[in-house]
């Protein structure tokens, strides 16, 4: 089942090169039609996009931008396989529409058609090796089927083509994370927080260098990027996470009172609450654990 946050999360577009109408030979009903559909696209009503889109492709069938942005609305209103039919129809009238191939493969990846997404990735490489999109989709994917090393050639790529995509270093560290790479995870995890300007993502790769650092028995740095994520996150799956591990940063320090304190707010989520509970009792019941 396709996660909505998932897919809203591959949905990363750039609207400013294709909303704007270029003076071309294009029919002036194509023309009208498509300018309203981009119009109806910026307030985010997109079902009443689609019908213009439509009209500008029966005006003009050998539209590409049209194709594309009717794609995008259908993709927004979860019509997937529509969605994947125009980004198609929009590469077979342009076949370097990287932004189209790019949409298509997320979209593929987000709906674990891995086979397809990587099929649409590898024709951006072809005439264009050094996109940071097509690489960064392609470590993704990589990553997702744990095949490390091609996961990280590819993250690499991404990055020697743009080293402050913070996507990329926070998948690279993930990465590293998986292989028990903690210091490698730890740079990665630092250059993605350096890198961003989303509060939210901030918080959620603090977290993550957070635990990395506690992995790496840098505890002082730990407890830093840990209280960091706490502080700004907004999400409770990550508060409960911070809380918990913030407890065994201080169980590592000794102490003992300060990891109770944590782990009582961290078992107060569904996810962390046993193994919290089960942290608490080890602090304050050691003998009930002697071997």
Same mark, same amino acid.
Do not use: C
């Given at each position: ?35 309203? =559909?981009?119009?109806?696209?910026? +307030? $985010? %009503? /997109?079902?009443? !996009?689609?019908?213009? @889109?439509?009209? &500008?492709? *029966? ?113 690279? =560290?993930?990465?590293?994370?998986? +292989? $028990? %790479? /903690?210091?490698? !995870?730890?740079?990665? @995890?630092?250059? &993605?927080? *350096? ?97």
């Amino acid at each position: 089942m396709v996660r909505r946050s998932l897919i809203f999360v591959f949905i990363l577009f750039t609207f400013s090169a294709v909303l704007a109408q270029e003076k071309d030979s294009r029919s002036p009903e194509a023309g009208q039609a498509y300018n309203e =559909g981009n119009s109806l696209v910026k +307030q $985010k %009503k /997109y079902e009443q !996009a689609i019908p213009k @889109y439509l009209a &500008a492709i *029966k005006a003009d069938e050998n539209f590409p931008q049209a194709n594309y942005m009717l794609a995008i609305s259908y993709q927004k209103t979860k019509q997937y396989e529509k969605a994947i039919q125009y980004f198609k129809n929009a590469i077979k009238l342009d076949n370097k529409f990287e932004k189209a191939y790019i949409a298509l493969g997320n979209l593929q990846m987000a709906l674990e058609q891995f086979s397809d997404a990587i099929n649409s990735y590898n024709a951006v490489l072809s005439f264009n090796p050094k996109s940071a999109k097509a690489n960064y989709g392609l470590g993704k994917i990589y990553k997702t089927k744990k095949n490390f090393k091609k996961a990280e050639q590819y993250l690499k790529a991404a990055l020697e083509a743009n080293p402050k995509y913070d996507r990329a270093w926070n998948i690279l =560290g993930l990465v590293y994370d998986e +292989q $028990k %790479k /903690y210091k490698k !995870a730890v740079d990665a @995890y630092s250059n &993605a927080v *350096k890198n961003t300007r989303s509060k939210d993502l901030k918080a959620s790769y603090s977290y993550r260098l957070g635990v990395a650092q506690l992995n790496s028995k840098n505890y002082k740095a730990a407890e830093k990027n840990l209280l960091t994520a706490l502080k700004m996150s907004r999400r409770g799956t990550i508060k409960a996470a911070s809380n918990f591990y913030l407890g065994e940063v201080y169980k590592h320090m000794g102490q003992k009172q300060k990891a109770i304190r944590y782990y009582t707010q961290a078992a107060k989520n569904r996810t962390w609450q046993k193994a919290a509970d089960y942290e608490i009792d080890l602090i304050k019941n050691p003998d009930k654990y002697a071997y």
